[in-house]
């Protein structure tokens, strides 16, 4: 089995460059005792340079909330995905459900994660359905989801990951999230779509990633019998206490 992935998408949770860089210090020598796992951070984008420099070496990727679905221009506000490059990030989260919230559609999803992708950064496509329904209809929607932002990109199956991330259990604690039984099921169908849409090769490849109030009491259970490669964290990737007990779980 490949070390799982662990991306901590800090949002708007670290706002000191201080506290960003001791965090770093503190995950590189915990990944030194414990190479179990490989992780990957989302900061702000003001801080992706100089803690792309202070995770030099260590394995650890630097990467972006989100990228511009514009490539360039007159565009006040927005991050290009050639400038979060050049900047150092090498990853880049396209489609998260807060974005889609403020108003991004899945053609902006498509838009941002070919910009992602032409400039070098992994795109980490994150779907998720609103809520469940009873008929079953969410797997549909995570379908369209998924078809219509890898419109046009079959080239990218090799950098490409998935975060599956039900938008009724971000933010809540550990007791509100998935099943492992329901993720299972949902790894399986996602892994099927991207076979159609990217060949059954490729889609062996792609990374599956479970985001939705992961902390370290449900940790092990959702890796092991979830089926997934690893997690996006949110609320508890900003402490590092908290994001360390996860890292610690996924060694068990
Ligand atoms: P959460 O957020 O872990 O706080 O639920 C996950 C995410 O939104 O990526």
């Known amino acids: 089995m490949r070390k799982p992935l662990l991306i901590a ?3 708007m949770y670290i706002d000191s460059p201080q506290e960003a860089k001791s965090f770093v210090a503190s995950l590189k020598r915990t990944l030194k005792k414990n190479s179990g796992v490989e992780v990957w951070i989302a900061p702000p984008a003001v801080f992706v340079s100089e803690l792309g420099k202070a995770a030099k070496g260590s394995g650890i990727k630097v990467g972006v909330q ?3 679905a ?3 221009g007159a565009r006040t506000g927005e991050l290009a ?18 974005r889609r919230a403020m108003g991004e559609g899945s053609e902006q999803a498509q838009k941002s994660l070919a910009n992602a992708a032409r400039t070098g950064l992994a795109p980490v496509l994150c779907v998720g359905e609103r809520a469940r329904e009873d008929d079953g209809s969410h797997f549909a929607f995570i379908e369209e989801q998924l078809r219509s932002a890898l419109k046009g990109a079959q080239s990218l199956a090799s950098r490409l990951v998935v975060a599956y991330e ?15 039984q329901e993720l299972e099921e949902m790894v ?41 490669s690893g997690f996006l964290v949110g609320h508890a990737s900003a402490k590092f206490d908290e994001f360390k007990e996860i890292i610690d779980a996924c060694q068990v």
């Open 188 to 228: 399986i169908f996602i892994r099927k779509v991207l076979a159609e849409i990217l060949g059954r090769k490729d889609a062996l490849k792609i990374k599956i990633l479970y985001g939705g109030s992961v902390e370290g009491a449900n940790t092990a259970r959702l890796l092991h019998e979830g089926g997934v």
């Open 166 to 180: 039900p938008v009724w259990a971000i933010g809540k604690t550990a007791q509100d999230a998935l099943t492992p």
């Open 9 to 11: 998408n800090w949002k």
């Open 66 to 68: 989100t990228v511009s």
């Open 70 to 72: 514009y490539e360039e």
């Open 81 to 98: 995905a050639a400038a979060a490059r050049a900047a150092g990030a090498q990853f880049a989260i396209v489609g998260h459900s807060e």
